[in-house]
C-alpha cells in the first residue's frame, strides 16, 4: 500500500473543498456586503486564539492563526502556552475588528480540543515553531468563513506575501490593533537574513542561523513593514492573482507563520 506524500491529503483537501463551494465570496460581489469590514472579506481563514484561566473568563487574544480545514488551525508552536494564563483554550475566527458589533453573526468560536505541536519544537529554540489546534465543534464554513491553502511547492515563485494580524503596530504600543491589520512583505533571502539573527545563533536560541525550512519576510533597506508582538501564529500567505468561482477557492496560500523578529519594523532586520 502506497502511503501519501508530504502535503498530497492537505492538497486533496483542498481540491474537494473548492468544488463544494460554488458561490462567489462577497469580495467579488459589494453588493452583497452586509456591512462587512474588506478586512474580514479578504482573509476569511484568520483565527485568533485566545487564552482564559477559568471557562467563564474573558478571553485574551494574543496569537494568530489559519483555517486549514473545518477543524483544524495552523500556528506557532510557541503559542500553545502563556507563563501566566496556561494552555490556549479558545478559537475565534469572523472577527475583523473589535471596534463595533456589526459582525457579530459571522463570529464563530470553539474550544480546544487538542494541541499538537511539531514533535521536534524544544523551546526556547527558534526551530520547529509550528503546531495545529483541533478545535472542538468543528467550524462551519460559509462564504464568508473560508480555509486557506498550504503551500506544496519547495521553491516559492512570488518575491512578495502578505501578513495578518492584531499585533501591535510599533514596538512602543501597548496593547495589539483593535482591527485586523495587514502588511505586504518582500520575501529576503535567507543568506541576507542571516546577517540580522547573529545575536540569536551566540544566545543559541538560533544555533545553525535562518535554516531552509525558514524563511525572513520585511523590508529590509528601509525597515518599517514587519509583523509585530501579538501576531505570532498568524499566516504568512500570498494570493492567486486571478480568482474564479469553481477552480481558484480558498483564495490564499499559506507559505508560512509568523514566528520570531528583532523589534518591529526595524531597518535590515526582516522577520
Not at 471596534?99 to 527558534?126: G, M
Request: hydrophobic share 35%.
Amino acid at each position: 500500500k502506497e502511503t501519501a506524500g508530504v502535503g498530497e491529503k492537505a492538497f486533496q483537501a483542498c481540491e474537494n473543498y473548492a468544488l463544494t463551494l460554488l458561490e462567489c465570496h462577497n469580495i467579488l460581489y459589494p453588493e452583497k456586503r452586509v456591512r462587512v469590514p474588506i478586512d474580514l472579506l479578504l482573509f476569511p481563514h484568520m483565527v485568533l486564539i485566545g487564552f482564559r484561566k477559568k471557562k467563564q473568563d474573558t478571553a485574551i487574544w494574543k496569537c494568530g492563526g489559519s483555517l486549514i480545514s473545518e477543524k483544524w488551525v495552523l500556528t506557532a508552536a510557541h503559542c500553545m502556552e502563556d507563563p501566566i494564563l496556561g494552555l490556549a483554550s479558545v478559537l475565534r475566527i469572523g472577527t475583523a475588528t473589535f471596534e463595533f458589533d456589526e459582525v457579530d453573526d459571522l463570529i464563530q468560536e470553539r474550544d480546544i480540543e487538542e494541541i499538537i505541536p511539531h514533535p521536534e519544537y524544544k523551546p526556547p529554540s527558534k526551530y520547529h515553531d509550528i503546531a495545529l489546534i483541533e478545535a472542538i465543534p468543528h467550524f462551519v464554513l460559509s462564504r464568508d468563513i473560508r480555509i486557506a491553502c498550504l503551500n506544496l511547492n519547495d521553491d516559492l515563485n512570488e518575491t512578495k506575501a502578505t501578513a495578518t494580524g492584531f499585533g501591535k503596530t510599533s514596538s512602543n504600543a501597548y496593547t495589539g490593533s483593535e482591527t485586523l491589520m495587514k502588511v505586504d512583505l518582500d520575501i529576503v533571502d535567507n543568506k541576507i537574513c542571516n546577517r540580522s539573527v547573529r545575536y540569536l545563533v551566540r544566545r543559541k536560541v538560533l544555533k545553525y542561523g535562518v535554516t531552509e525550512d525558514q524563511m525572513c519576510a520585511g523590508d529590509y533597506e528601509n525597515g518599517g513593514k514587519d509583523t509585530c508582538q501579538g501576531d505570532s501564529g498568524g499566516p504568512l500567505q500570498v494570493m492567486d492573482e486571478k480568482v474564479d468561482c469553481v477552480k481558484s477557492f480558498p483564495l490564499h496560500r499559506i507559505v508560512g507563520i509568523t514566528s520570531f523578529g528583532r523589534d518591529c519594523g526595524r531597518k535590515m532586520a526582516p522577520g
